[in-house]
């Protein structure tokens, strides 16, 4: 079945350092989303990226969509304590007439001071 | 604007019982969807309600049933409860059915179930 498959499974990285998490899909996505949860909370949604080839910046944060719409990455400019969290990717495929969201597993990231 | 509201936060169950778990979601929202979320599994989808039909259904026994109110609001189900249910399960509103391909989740914070 389709699946979106994200890595690192865990990440823990020093402050100020980069942060780097991938999700690849088996199928092509319509659209991809991330989302951000701290520890103890409930995803947040952070952007969502359409287009093949497209690139969002959000401050140190940077989200890229591959030029065949199955890859994505998040990238995290000098980490900071308050980076700290799991990121989850969410891709919609589209299978029998329906778009289906299906998630990654997500990459939990720890930022040590 | 309220966010998505989910009843109740903690609950403590049994092996056999039943729980109900509540979701409210953000106001005009009409599509909720719910999944369980445990330690190293991420979240997995259970079921998506838009204008009280199920659209979508993941791949969980059929102890496992929901609905949805004319006024959005959904309820999810879990019958005969084993320990493996226990989880936080997490409902999320959106404007829009995933079937249109778009549209960002709004998670509520969350039922937490622990099953002994």
């Known amino acids: 079945g389709q699946q979106v498959m994200q890595i690192p499974q865990y990440q823990h990285v020093q402050e100020g350092e980069d942060f780097t998490t991938y999700c690849n899909s088996s199928t092509t996505l319509s659209n991809i989303q991330w989302y951000k949860q701290r520890p103890g909370g409930h995803p947040v949604f952070l952007i969502q990226?359409?287009?093949?080839?497209e690139v969002k910046k959000q401050k140190r944060l940077t989200f890229q969509f591959g030029e065949a719409k199955k890859n994505s990455s998040l990238h995290i400019t000098a980490t900071q304590t308050t980076d700290v969290g799991t990121y989850f990717c969410a891709g919609f495929h589209f299978s029998g007439g329906y778009n289906k969201l299906i998630f990654g597993a997500g990459t939990r990231l720890a930022v040590h001071p | 604007k309220a966010g998505v509201t989910q009843t109740p936060r903690y609950l403590i169950k049994t092996r056999g019982q039943q729980v109900t778990l509540s979701c409210s979601p953000i106001?005009?929202?009409?599509?909720v969807s719910w999944y369980q979320q445990t330690p190293g599994q991420g979240l997995q989808f259970l079921f998506e309600?838009?204008?009280?039909?199920?659209?979508n259904k993941g791949n969980f026994p059929g102890r496992f049933s929901g609905r949805q109110f004319s006024n959005s609001r959904s309820e999810m189900n879990v019958s005969t409860l084993e320990l493996g249910d226990s989880a936080l399960y997490l409902c999320?509103?959106?404007?829009?059915?995933?079937?249109?391909?778009?549209?960002?989740?709004?998670f509520g914070e969350g039922s937490r179930l622990t099953v002994l």
């Open positions: 309600y838009f204008s009280e039909t199920q659209r």
């Open positions: 106001s005009g929202h009409r599509s």
């Open positions: 999320a509103s959106s404007l829009v059915p995933s079937g249109s391909g778009s549209g960002e989740l709004f």
């Open positions: 990226l359409v287009k093949s080839g």
